[in-house]
């Protein structure tokens, strides 16, 4: 099994930044998938979910209406499209998958939203 997240740097606040997360090796449409993100001194967080099949979202208080999550099956990979960036959404990024009692995890790309 392997999630490999990509699309993290360094952005002004307001910028844009697309994160993927590129699976294999599990029957990714099966699967729930997330974003979770970990800033230092911080407990990680759940940012986004996308469920299989019917891909019904939700997000966090804290980015809602500036992230987006989506999935392409065909392709394996889940996305998380964040417009508005500001500091405090500096962190590392983790890509989730998860149908019960599996639960697989990325190894984290980081973000750093500073002028």
């Known amino acids: 099994v392997q999630l490999v997240e990509s699309g993290g740097g360094l952005v002004q606040p307001g910028g844009s930044l697309r994160l993927s997360c590129a699976t294999s090796?599990?029957?990714?449409?099966?699967?729930?998938m997330s974003w979770h993100r970990q800033a230092p001194g911080k407990e990680r967080e759940l940012v986004a979910t996308?469920?299989?099949?019917?891909?019904?979202?939700n997000y966090a208080d804290s980015v809602k209406g500036r992230f987006t999550i989506s999935r392409d099956n065909a392709k394996k990979t889940v996305y998380l499209q964040m417009n508005s960036l500001k500091p405090e959404d500096t962190a590392v990024y983790f890509c989730n998958a998860r149908l019960r009692p599996r639960d697989y995890w990325g190894q984290g790309t980081q973000v750093t939203v500073s002028s």
């Open positions: 996308i469920t299989s099949f019917r891909g019904s979202t």
């Open positions: 090796g599990f029957s990714f449409s099966e699967y729930d």
